[in-house]
T-cell receptor, first 115, second 115 residues
Framework: AQSVTQLDSQVPVFEEAPVELRCNYS??????LFWYVQYPNQGLQLLLK??????LVKGINGFEAEFNKSQTSFHLRKPSVHISDTAEYFC?????????????FGKGTLLTVNP | NAGVTQTPKFQVLKTGQSMTLQCAQD?????MSWYRQDPGMGLRLIHY???????DQGEVPNGYNVSRSTTEDFPLRLLSAAPSQTSVYFC??????????????FGPGTRLTVL
C-alpha cells in the first residue's frame, strides 16, 4: 500500500527566506505526486503535480518540487517566501496500476512565515 | 462556475442524530470524493464515486453512507452521529478517475461538531 510521510509538522521561517518542505513516499510501483495548499479556513488547492517527464516541477506562487525516485522523495521548495505563503501544505500520492486513482495524503506541514 | 459547493458550513449535532452533508459540483466531473480532516491526521478518504450510480469505500467508511444519483451531487449521510465524527469534511471532484490522475477540486468544507 502507498503511504506518504511529511517529515516536519511545523516549519517557521522569516519573510524572504528560502524554505523546503519535505515529503517521502513509499510505493513499489510508479507513482504520481502532488502538493496541495490549504489557506486558513479554506479548502485545498493544487500547487503542483508530477505525472511524468521532467523531475523538476514548477507550480503556482513560485513553488517548485523535485521528484527523486532513488530517494523516494518529492520535496517542495521556494527561494523566497512571503507572509501570504502562511498555510498548511499537503503532499499526496497516487499509485499507478490501481483500477482508479485515489489520493493518499500526508499529515501536513504548517508553514508559518514571520515578518 | 461555482466549482464545488458544500452545505452547511457549520453544524452541531447531538450523539445519535443523523444528518446529510451536501456536495455539488457544476463542472460535469466524473469523480467525486469525501474526506475528513482531523488535526495531525491529514485528509482521509471516506467514500468516492466514479460516476452516477457507482460508489465505493475509502479508508474510513464506517458510520457514513453515500449515494450518487446524478453527476452533480454527492451527499454524505451520517446515520447515527458519534463524537468521533467531529471533524472537518471536504468534498472534492475531478474530471476523470482514470490515469494519469487529474487535479482534484475541493469545496470549502463543513465543520461538524458532535456533542
Amino acid at each position: 500500500a502507498q503511504s506518504v510521510t511529511q517529515l516536519d509538522s511545523q516549519v517557521p521561517v522569516f519573510e524572504e527566506a528560502p524554505v523546503e518542505l519535505r515529503c517521502n513516499y513509499s510505493s513499489s510501483v510508479s507513482v504520481y505526486l502532488f502538493w496541495y495548499v490549504q489557506y486558513p479556513n479554506q479548502g485545498l488547492q493544487l500547487l503542483l503535480k508530477y505525472l511524468s517527464g521532467s523531475t523538476l516541477v514548477k507550480g503556482i506562487n513560485g513553488f517548485e518540487a523535485e521528484f527523486n525516485k532513488s530517494q523516494t522523495s518529492f520535496h517542495l521548495r521556494k527561494p523566497s517566501v512571503h507572509i501570504s505563503d502562511t498555510a498548511e501544505y499537503f503532499c499526496a500520492v497516487s499509485v499507478d496500476g490501481s483500477s482508479n486513482y485515489k489520493l493518499t495524503f500526508g499529515k501536513g506541514t504548517l508553514l508559518t512565515v514571520n515578518p | 462556475n461555482a466549482g464545488v459547493t458544500q452545505t452547511p458550513k457549520f453544524q452541531v449535532l447531538k450523539t445519535g442524530q443523523s444528518m446529510t452533508l451536501q456536495c455539488a459540483q457544476d463542472m460535469n466531473h466524473e469523480y467525486m470524493s469525501w474526506y475528513r480532516q482531523d488535526p495531525g491526521m491529514g485528509l482521509r478518504l471516506i467514500h468516492y464515486s466514479v460516476g452516477a450510480g457507482i460508489t465505493d469505500q475509502g479508508e474510513v467508511p464506517n458510520g457514513y453512507n453515500v449515494s450518487r444519483s446524478t453527476t452533480e451531487d454527492f451527499p454524505l449521510r451520517l446515520l447515527s452521529a458519534a463524537p468521533s465524527q467531529t471533524s472537518v469534511y471536504f468534498c472534492a471532484s475531478s474530471d476523470s478517475y482514470r490515469f494519469p490522475p487529474d487535479t482534484q477540486y475541493f469545496g470549502p468544507g463543513t465543520r461538524l461538531t458532535v456533542l
